[in-house]
Structure formats: C-alpha cells, structure tokens
C-alpha cells in the first residue's frame, strides 16, 4: 500500500521546492500512484483550506513565500536610488515582502505603478527578501480615475472630466467616501474591468467644488499623477541644508553679476555679466560670464531630496502654482541667487570673437553675489532710455557690455540659422480669487532673446567640455524630421503658393527661408503651426545624436538645475571632470543614464501635456459666459470627427464638430488632411480663415465648441438634401464589394 505522506512533509517538500510544487510533482515526489492520488488530493485541498498553502491554478506553494517567476508591482525607489517592488496580491501572513529589482543594461526604464514578471532569488536582508531579475514590463496597475461624482439610490456614478472621454463607473453603496453629489473625486477601479455596464469604482479623496477657480490646475496635477507634496524625510532634509562655505571655491564675488527673470519669479537659478575682451589678439571680441545655482552642493546622490527630484524630473507651472521640482527651502531659498546674497555656483567664463563665435571657455566652481535682481521690463526699459532706480545705476556698468555681447552673439546666430519660428506665447493673468481676469500674448523682448542666447552659449560649452573630457552626460537632443513630415510640409507650402524645397539634405535654413517668405502675409501663423508639427519632439539620451532646431552639432542643459533634473545631471558630471568635491556623478548614476533620461524625457512631457489642459481649462472658464459670440480664427487642425480653429484672441483651440457642419456628409482625406463635403463640394484644410460662433464652452473640461459660420471670408454652403447622396453610396458600396474581396481571398 502507497504511503500518503503528512501534511508536515508535504509543507517541508515544497519549501525546499518552490518550482516543482505541482500536485503532479508533489506526487511524483512521493511516489504515489493510482487510488492514492485522491488521498493526497484530500491533504492539499485540507493544506489551502488551513491557509497553509495557497491555490494557483494547478501549482501549490507556500502563502508566505513567492514563486521563483512572479508578476510584481514597482512602488518606488529606496535611499540608494534602486527600485522598490512589491507583489500586486499577498496571501501570506503579515506584510507583503519587499523585493529589490535589479536592473541591467537593455531592461525597460520602469516607474512606480510599472507591473514586471521577474525571477526572483530569496535572500535574507535587513531591508528586502528578495532580489528580482526583470524578464519584462507587463503594463501598469490601474491608474487615478478622476471626475465628477453623481450621487444615486444605487451609491453613485463618477462622470470623467477628460475631453472626448466618454467611460462612466459605477460607485456602489459604502464606496462613495463621503463624497458629496457634484464634487470632484478621486477613485480606484475595484476589480476587473467589466464585460457589460459599468466598472466599478471606489472613491479615495474628496477634492472639492470643481467650479472653483483654484480647482483648475488641482484638477491636472491630479489627472496626470504629478508628485505635489513632498515627503516628510525630503523636507526633513531640505530644512536641514545650510548656506554653503567659501571652501576650495573660486571668488567671484566683486563681479557684478545680474539675473534677469520675469516679474513673478520666485528663483533664479542663472546670472550674467559681460564686458570687452581686453586681450590684443581678439579686437571687438567679450568676456561673457554665466553663473548657475550649486544645486549639487545641496543636493547629493541618493539622498531622499535628490530621489525625489528625479521622480519629478522637473518643475511644473501653472498660471496658479508652481509644483517644484524641489522644496521651496533649496529651489527659493538656499539655492537661488538672491540680490546681495552671497551664493555657491558653477560659473563659466566664455570669451567670444568679434564675430560671435566662441573661441575658449573655462568652467569654475565658484561663490558670487548678484547686484540686482531685475525683471525683463526693467532691464528692457533701460536700455530703450527710461531706467528706473533700481536699474539706472547698472545701466552704462552692466547692461549696456551685456547688449553688445549680445550683438556679436546674434552675428553668429544668424550665421548659424537654428529654427526661426515666430510662435507667441500666451499668457494667462488671474486675480487674486483664481478667476481669469485676461488673456493675452506676451511680448518677446531683446532682452528674453539676451538671456537665451547666453544660456544656449553656456550649455554647448557645457557640452564642449563633458565631451572633451568623456565624461559621461545627458545630451539634449533635437533629430530631424522624417521625410513623411518634410513631403508633407512640402505640401502644405505648395498649396499656400510658397518655394520650398527640401533638397537631399535638409536644414535649417530651408525652414528659415520658408518661414520668411510667408511673413506679413496671411499664411504666416499656418507655416509656423505647420514647421513646428513637422519638428520631432526633443528629449533627453547619454548619446549625442545633435540638435536639429539650434543647428548645433552637441548640446546639453546646464542652465536651470533648479527646475529640471537633466542640468542637475549635468551638474555633476563638471563636478566628476574636474574633481571638485565628492558630489560629483557616481558609477551607480553613470550606469543608469539611460533609464535617468527616459524617465525625464516622461517626465517632461508629462508636465507639458498638464500645463496645456490647464491652460485649456482657465481658457473654456473665460469664455463660458460669451456663448453665442461671433469669433475669428484659423483652421489649426482636421480630422475625421472634426476641425480645430486657433481663435485670433485668445489662442484657444475649439472643435468644429464634423456632425454640425452644414447637412452633408463628409469626406476625410488623411493624407491632405481635408474634409470635403458630398454635396457642396466644401473643402475645410488647415490654414484657413474662418468665422464661427462660440456654442459651448466646459472648464471642468477645457472644452471649446463652435459652430462654422465663414470659410475665407464666404458664408458655408448649405446642402439642401439629407438623403445620402448618390457619392456617398457609390463610396459604400466600393468598400463593401473590397470588404468582401479580402473575404474572400
């Protein structure tokens, strides 16, 4: 008779083996055959009902221990930068494990929220049971749902707040939160998503009244996961840090530094100075100074502030708030280059030709202190004759040398020829209860293009001497666009009557030309809508692949380490180059770049799309009570369920629904980006002009409506029939007869 082994030998074989630890192996193992597999049928089904082993399928194994191959959930990272995960469902006694994820050269970059199959190896550490080997990224977990809850008999439903969303869930009774009817919410899916009707959701926070003005960046800061509040070690941290000593640090204190920022800056991060080049063998020549934030003094790998930087990858702004990339007691504080202050930095003097063109720099770690902290105005002011008394003392010192380097920098710029695009930026003003008080496009002054063109400067000699040295960095890098988006362009150009031509070999000065041409003239904002579609997006890489919008052949951010991570990065790297203290970029941040830049490449992409609905929210809010208003604008947009028009004042996008257009049916042609209508023959493209009237306006969305009433200055057509017409079933009936031809086939 086959002996049934006890539940204690039973438990004991599987511990020592996890991966065999199906009931056939288990039998195997025991050698246990015919009738006696119901026996032991019995004591593993008594074992999963005692909780001492847990049920998977057709595998048993211990609930307190994890099988060698599992599905795992990122959670975040530890003080020493790697990654933290956890099992998504924990059947065992006491807390999930905590299971560190070793990453290797080639794996996908992963962030919290990321589910991974891993093989596991059980360890016995102080902080971890495990060590995890990614084998790859299955997805994510369910993200934030974000809407309006609607109190019901039945518990609730949560309405989205997304444009074009239309997936509603259901809130079942004892799940609502305390949430009250019409208030903002923020849920979890519970479960699996459902077959038929509505997912079910369970409220986690309670946000408030939606139609509040400061609801509206709330609202972004939420929907796109952005990290507002800081941890409490970060803070602890942050507050700990005192002002830096003079230390090893160069003096350059008696320099008379300035940082020009817009009126409302809270930090500043750069500073400037110029003056003639006194060496006789560059006549006409500058000595030009940039000054960075030592934000890597205060800032050291793998603490709990630099870790948390790195998740943010950035600052975010919005019209109401700023989410900082770091705690105010550094990004507004310690690290900013406060008027009559002194502060640490990293400061390089670059000396340029009369020309423009930079002919040797040298980087320095540094102390300064600014004289004055002036505004764009200000320094715009003064120099155009009408200082006031904060600037009419720097005007013949420092602001006048700084114009004049400027000048020999444009001579260089415009023989260089980066991307010229004449793209206004909007601005949105509000009083102090949150509410839109205008909206209007700031002027670009000589002094915004001054700042710029030293900071571009400042960061290819950056660059420049990373390079030079082959110390590992982030590049910021621009490709070209693809020869779909130049035929394309192409195009465009032709039907606006304009020369381009592209040649075999694509540059700037293509564009520049083509943006020239169409100035002053009534295709102008579309060439410059239709050249910036047809740019690839910018992003960050350790590999240098050029930047194809400044025409430089290797660029690097260094300028602002306050408010993004890349030039704090960067920071570092000068740092390890030149040996200045132990601050410098590690082995560990050398290894990971790669996974560093594409998770703030995320990051900054992130931060923009939650600025643009932002911005589209405050914008829907101004335009709410002027429903019915006749506006202008330009076709920025066709697709197949509509066009989108730029309104001339304000700049907000709107959607002209393909549904409201006249009574005819509506051909979408993909590749001319048209919509053509059966009947009248209408043809809707980009870059036209038309008239439309405001129909609805959303901020709890952002969404615009509008109804078309003018196409180039010509009222719409109206088609009189509502039948299909006879194009329109020639049409269906031509795919239905290919329909059935690949059926066939």
């Not at 939420?222 to 003079?246: K, N, T, Y």
């Not at 032709?494 to 293509?510: E, I, Y």
């Amino acid at each position: 008779m086959t002996r049934i082994p006890t539940k204690e030998d039973i438990l004991a074989w599987v511990s020592d083996n996890p991966s065999k630890a199906s009931k056939r192996d288990i039998a195997r193992a025991f050698g246990i055959r015919g009738p006696a597999r119901l026996d032991l049928k019995r004591q593993l089904r008594e074992l999963e009902a005692e909780g001492q082993l847990a049920k998977r399928r057709k595998t048993c194994h211990d609930p307190d221990r994890l099988p060698p191959v599992s599905v795992l959930q990122v959670n975040g990272i530890d003080t020493d930068g790697d990654l933290i995960a956890r099992p998504p469902e924990w059947q065992g006694q006491g807390e999930a494990p905590t299971i560190l994820v070793l990453q290797r050269s080639g794996d996908p970059a992963l962030a919290p929220g990321d589910r991974i199959l891993a093989r596991l190896e059980e360890i016995k550490g102080d902080t971890h049971a495990y060590e995890a080997r990614v084998i790859r990224r299955i997805g994510t977990s369910h993200g934030k749902i974000l809407g309006i809850f609607r109190k019901s008999d039945s518990g609730g439903r949560i309405v989205p707040i997304d444009k074009g969303a239309s997936r509603e869930w259901h809130v079942p009774p004892g799940a609502d939160g305390g949430a009250k009817d019409g208030e903002l919410v923020e849920a979890g899916q519970t479960g699996p998503r459902a077959r038929l009707g509505l997912p079910h959701a369970r409220i986690a926070a309670c946000l408030g009244d939606p139609s509040r003005p400061r609801s509206v960046s709330l609202i972004a800061i939420h929907q796109h996961g952005l990290r507002d509040d800081f941890p409490d070690e970060v803070i602890a941290e942050a507050q700990a840090a005192r002002p830096a000593g003079s230390g090893m640090r160069a003096d350059l204190t008696s320099l008379p530094f300035v940082t020009i920022d817009p009126a409302d800056a809270r930090d500043h991060d750069d500073a400037v100075w110029a003056e003639p080049d006194q060496a006789p063998d560059n006549e006409g020549g500058h000595v030009l100074w940039v000054a960075i934030a030592d934000v890597a003094h205060y800032v050291r790998p793998g603490s709990a502030v630099d870790l948390e930087a790195r998740e943010r990858g950035n600052s975010t702004y919005f019209p109401d708030r700023v989410v900082p990339m770091l705690p105010d007691r550094l990004s507004g504080d310690l690290c900013s280059l406060h008027e009559g202050v002194p502060r640490p930095c990293i400061a390089v003097r670059l000396v340029i030709d009369a020309s423009g063109e930079l002919i040797a720099h040298e980087f320095q770690r540094a102390r300064m202190r600014s004289v004055a902290s002036l505004s764009y105005e200000e320094a715009q002011a003064a120099l155009d004759g009408r200082p006031n008394d904060r600037a009419e003392p720097l005007r013949e010192t420092v602001l006048k040398p700084l114009r004049a380097a400027h000048a020999a920098l444009r001579r260089a710029r415009d023989r260089r020829q980066p991307l010229d695009l004449d793209l206004p930026e909007r601005e949105i003003v509000l009083d102090e209860d949150g509410t839109v008080r205008s909206v209007a496009f700031k002027e670009r002054l000589d002094m915004h293009r001054l700042i710029e063109e030293f900071m571009v400067l400042a960061n290819v000699a950056a660059a420049r001497t990373l390079i030079s040295d082959r110390t590992p960095l982030l590049f910021r890098v621009h490709e070209e666009p693809s020869r779909e988006k130049i035929r394309a362009l192409h195009e465009i150009a032709k039907a606006a009557g304009l020369p381009f031509s592209a040649g075999t070999v694509l540059s700037n000065r293509h564009l520049n030309r083509l943006l020239a041409a169409a100035a002053g003239t009534d295709d102008g904002a579309l060439m410059n809508l239709s050249v910036l579609r047809s740019m690839t997006q910018a992003y960050y890489s350790s590999r240098n692949f050029g930047h194809f919008g400044l025409a430089l052949k290797a660029y690097a951010h260094f300028t602002s380490p306050i408010r993004r991570y890349a030039d704090l990065v960067v920071h570092r790297a000068l740092i390890r180059a030149h040996g200045w203290g132990d601050d410098g970029l590690t082995d560990a941040e050398v290894e990971r770049l790669d996974a560093t830049a594409e998770r703030i490449s995320n990051t900054e992409r992130r931060s923009m799309q939650a600025e643009r609905d932002t911005n589209d929210r405050y914008l829907a809010a101004y335009m709410a009570d002027r429903v019915g208003t006749e506006l202008s604008g330009r076709v920025s947009g066709v697709q197949r369920f509509g066009a989108f028009v730029e309104l001339d004042e304000t700049g907000a996008d709107g959607l002209i629904p393909v549904r409201e257009i006249g009574y005819e049916h509506f051909h979408f042609d993909r590749d001319d980006r048209t919509l053509t209508g059966d009947d009248t023959n209408t043809v809707i493209s980009v870059g036209q002009r038309v008239l439309v009237r405001l129909a609805e306006a959303v901020p709890v969305t952002g969404g615009i409506l509008l109804e078309l009433l003018e196409i180039d200055g010509k009222p719409l057509p109206r088609a009189h029939r509502i039948r299909m017409p006879a194009r329109r079933k020639a049409t269906k009936a031509r795919k239905r007869a290919a329909k059935l031809k690949r059926k066939g086939k």
